[in-house]
């Protein structure tokens, strides 16, 4: 009941990694796994990718471990699921995503991949339903995220930590991923705000200065990961061509829409990837 009037990650004082490490203490007795290996984050589109990876062994209510917010959408899952693959791997499947533009702060949006990192995964599997800006995609088609334009002027990090985030999204799990499928395209992901979309004039921006894909996750998320050590692999489903690209305007629905349709290809890529790791 505290937990509406006070939030941990609120309070300036409190480390957000003693918090996280708490997460990891309930998700452990919660699911009986004490140390996951990957961490899987779902966006729009990939929520189907859970099924096909292996056992779900233990599925828990994000708002049973400390500091996960309420999901804000209908559509986003406020579940948290620890998966067993048939090599043996655990997977910890994130569905509960808090975005920035939520305005709770960075704390709380990277609070599920400090959490991740504290049961023990060191990989980190970003998702997410996206524009795209590259005139060769059409939407529904999965793409590899190069990099990052974090266009929110916020950052995870507190005080003066400096984290090198060349090779930031994991050349090696690209390569891999690219194994799986060869078709695989990728491109440089640029994190707005939101919750609007972008204007026309912000998509010519973003791709002025090397962005393809435009959302509003995943950049924040990879730069906490890369700070707990984790190696990191993202993907984008481009739901939409971004706004000027395409000239209908963008709707909620149709993002949605195009989520359902590619969902059981996308599922499947990312099972067979997550198998391959
Ligand atoms: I799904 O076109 C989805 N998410 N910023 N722009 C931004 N976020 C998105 C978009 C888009 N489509």
């Given at each position: 009941m505290s937990e509406t009037i006070h939030h941990p990650l609120d309070d300036a004082a409190t480390d957000p990694f003693e918090v996280a490490a708490r997460a990891a203490r309930d998700i452990a007795r919660l699911t009986g796994v004490e140390h996951h290996d990957i961490a899987l984050t779902l966006g729009s589109g990939w929520?189907?990718?859970?099924?096909?990876?292996?056992?779900?062994t233990a599925t828990i209510a994000a708002t049973e471990v400390t500091g996960f917010s309420k999901p804000a959408l209908a559509g986003h899952v406020g579940s948290l699921r620890s998966i067993l693959t048939p090599k043996g791997t655990r997977v910890l499947v994130i569905g509960a995503r808090t975005h920035y533009y939520e305005g709770h702060g960075?704390?709380?949006?990277v609070h599920s991949v400090r959490t991740a990192a504290a049961?023990?995964?060191?990989t980190m599997v970003l998702t997410n339903g996206a524009g795209g800006i590259k005139s060769t995609w059409s939407p529904g088609q999965p793409v590899l995220i190069s990099d990052h334009i974090n266009l929110t002027g916020d950052s995870p990090l507190e005080g003066a930590t400096f984290i090198d985030l060349t090779d930031?999204?994991?050349?090696?799990?690209?390569?891999?991923?690219?194994?799986?499928d060869p078709s695989l395209?990728?491109?440089v992901y640029c994190q707005f705000r939101g919750p609007q979309y972008e204007?026309?004039?912000?998509?010519?921006?973003?791709?002025?200065?090397g962005g393809h894909i435009v959302g509003m996750s995943t950049a924040l998320e990879a730069i906490a990961a890369r700070q707990a050590g984790m190696e990191v692999l993202g993907f984008s489903l481009i739901t939409n061509m971004?706004?000027?690209?395409?000239?209908?305007?963008?709707?909620?629905?149709?993002v949605i829409e195009a989520g359902q349709q590619a969902e059981p290809v996308i599922s499947a890529l990312l099972a067979r990837v997550i198998g391959e790791l």
């Open positions: 929520g189907k990718a859970a099924d096909l990876i292996g056992e779900t960075v704390r709380r949006v049961t023990g995964a060191r930031l999204y994991s050349t090696r799990l690209r390569d891999l991923a690219r194994r799986v395209d990728e491109g204007t026309p004039a912000e998509v010519r921006m973003a791709k002025t200065i971004a706004a000027g690209i395409q000239t209908t305007p963008l709707s909620h629905q149709e």
